[in-house]
């Protein structure tokens, strides 16, 4: 020791001890920080292992127990972050008052410029807190419709029924439709002819609802039996006959569309006209009653 202070000299050595000392910090710093990251992600994975086992079979409490968790570790990592960064530069020498200082003035000139950042921030705060949307879900949110596959602070991960992915920003979303909350109505329209029976009509759907709701596959996606609304409306070439399902969440569709395979099926074997868009010709009548003769002459 004393021959490298002779080699050295006071002063120099007195220096290197200080950087040698500086870098030690740093070093530590960084550790410390990264068991940090280590211990937020290992506690917050083990509390949503607890709050799953806790919530069990429901579905919908373990969607929220995952979105919440991802967004916390999110904030928790930017948070250790940044405190490692302010320590380091604290450390090296680096003053953090003139930083903060000049922040503040760029904040406020960039903020002007940044509301709708903040903005994107703000509302992604109220839609986790109300629990609108959770990943896993199947929302409309911003002119967009698709499963949510990530949500944050910023913005929603949605990717639609054709692969395609939408990043939308929750600053522009001030409606969310969300068709996955704890059931969904399975929603049918069936067009018949206007000759046909109602009633004949409607006793077929109901069976056709029975047999599906017995099914061994789709029982279990099926919480009710078949609701019949009756006549919904009148198009140009059919009476519109309407029911619905209650069914789990996002078996709307896989319902819908088995419902539609069968009942083809059964009006076939019935005799019940589908239609498809026709004109009828009608001559009027003239003074006495009678209808005119339509003629057609060949081209």
């Not at 950087?19 to 070093?27: C, D, E, P, R, T």
């Not at 570790?73 to 930083?99: C, D, F, H, K, M």
């Not at 329209?189 to 009633?199: C, L, N, P, Q, W």
């Amino acid at each position: 020791m004393e021959y490298i202070i002779k080699q050295l000299g006071f002063t120099d050595y007195a220096q290197f001890l200080l950087i040698a000392h500086g870098v030690v910090k740093v070093l530590v710093i960084l550790l410390v920080a990264f068991i940090l990251l280590k211990l937020t992600a290992n506690l917050i994975k083990n509390v949503r292992r607890h709050l799953n086992h806790r919530a069990g079979d429901n579905l919908e409490e373990n969607k929220r127990v995952d979105t919440m968790c991802r967004v916390i570790r999110y904030v928790l990592t930017v948070i250790i972050y940044a405190v490692t960064v302010i320590e380091i530069l604290n450390e090296i020498g680096i003053s953090i008052a003139p930083i903060l200082g000049a922040a503040g003035v760029v904040g406020l000139a960039v903020g002007f410029g940044a509301q709708s950042l903040i903005k994107d921030y703000f509302n992604g705060f109220f839609i986790l807190l109300e629990n609108q949307i959770r990943q896993g879900d199947v929302v409309e949110a911003g002119d967009k419709a698709g499963f949510v596959e990530e949500v944050t602070l910023r913005h929603i991960r949605m990717r639609d029924y054709d692969g395609d992915v939408h990043y939308v920003p929750n600053g522009i979303i001030t409606t969310v439709t969300n068709k996955s909350r704890d059931y969904a109505q399975s929603v049918i329209d069936i067009g018949v002819a206007y000759r046909e029976d109602i009633d004949t009509v409607i006793n077929v759907m109901q069976q056709v609802g029975e047999e599906l709701y017995q099914d061994e596959v789709y029982s279990a996606k099926i919480l009710s039996p078949l609701e019949m609304a009756g006549v919904e409306r009148f198009d140009d070439s059919a009476v519109i006959v309407r029911c619905r399902f209650k069914v789990l969440p996002l078996e709307q569709w896989t319902v819908r569309r088995e419902y539609f395979r069968r009942i083809k099926y059964a009006f076939e074997q019935h005799h019940i006209e589908i239609p498809y868009p026709h004109l009828t010709l009608y001559p009027g009548e003239n003074r006495d009653g009678n209808a005119p003769a339509l003629h057609f002459a060949r081209g």
